[in-house]
């Protein structure tokens, strides 16, 4: 036990035994002046051992704030702006000479006009043009016949369908001529200037012709392409339309009897032509082509060469081959 509380016990030790031996003579206010400083010199005993003891180390915990956190902000690089560099200027585009596109020309147009019903009216125009090189004096392609236009006011609906039919026609012989122009182009261009030039212009035509009898309106359709003497390519076509209806004709929608039809068609066809050996069978194909006015149609066949051959009869004779759509439209009783 350390000496200072050993010595601060005997002290008590005597007190006590004083007190006990003088105490028919207590002074109580010495008594308690004497505790009190027994108090304060046990206090300060006490004080001065603590002091002595090894203090235990305490690990503190350290809590790191925003305050504890460096407030150094990093320093900002300033960009360095870098030059930009000049442009290069860049050189013009020298212009290619191209050379001039030869001019296309239209020679002529002329419309005419055909009242064919109190509705109908069939305009027909008339046309010729050509694609030439002025310069050289060389015309590359011809493109030359009519073209055809229904007006029907009272059916608006079947005009533009019989219209679109026609026309497609013609757009088909525009696209032979437009083909032969550039052909014609491009065969002119190889004749070199020391040879001897032989050139022959293409030469392209288009036709319509038109039949009507009150009620059907046919049509025959053609186009051919030429140099020269030679044909290229040519196209013939017929139709026939029912005006009430805008529906399209042919034999069978109006014959019911063919085998009886092909032989009446082809005796008349065979007696038409120049050839004795002609009969019946020579013919195939063979359509019905409608008239302006009375009893008069054509029928028109192919021949074993290829040609189309027509010829006109009167429609009576045709009577017992139609079925009754036939006989209305041709106005057989």
Do not use: W
Request: proline share 4%.
């Amino acid at each position: 036990m350390n000496k200072k509380i050993r010595t601060i016990l005997s002290i008590m030790m005597i007190v006590a035994v004083s007190a006990a031996a003088t105490a028919c003579n207590f002074n109580a206010d010495k008594a308690g002046e004497a505790f009190d400083h027994l108090g304060q010199n046990i206090s300060n005993a006490v004080s001065e051992d603590g002091s002595e003891e090894t203090a235990v180390s305490e690990t503190e915990i350290t809590v790191e704030t925003p305050s504890d956190v460096s407030e150094e902000v990093p320093e900002e690089t300033e960009a360095v702006p870098t030059a930009t560099p000049m442009p290069t200027a860049t050189p013009a585009p020298t212009a290619t000479p191209t050379p001039t596109p030869a001019p296309e020309r239209v020679d002529f147009s002329e419309l005419t006009e055909d009242q064919i019903s109190d509705t109908i009216t069939i305009e027909s125009e008339g046309f010729e043009e050509s694609y030439a090189d002025d310069e050289n004096e060389i015309t590359y392609a011809t493109f030359s016949g009519n073209r055809l236009l229904v007006s029907e006011e009272a059916a608006p609906n079947i005009q533009t369908s019989v219209n679109l039919i026609l026309d497609g026609f013609y757009q088909e012989a525009e696209g032979i001529y437009n083909r032969y122009t550039s052909e014609a182009q491009a065969e002119y261009a190889l004749i070199g200037e020391e040879e001897e030039q032989v050139f022959e212009t293409y030469d392209v035509t288009v036709s319509y012709e038109y039949g009507f009898n009150g009620r059907v309106l046919s049509v025959r359709m053609a186009y051919a392409a030429v140099s020269g003497e030679e044909t290229l390519e040519e196209d013939i076509e017929y139709i026939a339309f029912d005006m009430y209806t805008g529906q399209y004709i042919n034999t069978a929608s109006v014959i019911a009897d063919q085998g009886e039809f092909n032989r009446i068609a082809g005796e008349a066809l065979a007696f038409s032509t120049d050839n004795e050996e002609d009969t019946a069978e020579s013919f195939s194909d063979i359509i019905i082509f409608a008239q302006d006015s009375g009893n008069g149609v054509y029928v028109i066949g192919t021949d074993e060469d290829g040609d189309y051959v027509r010829t006109l009869i009167d429609v009576q004779n045709l009577g017992p081959v139609f079925n009754r759509y036939g006989r209305i439209l041709y106005g057989i009783a």
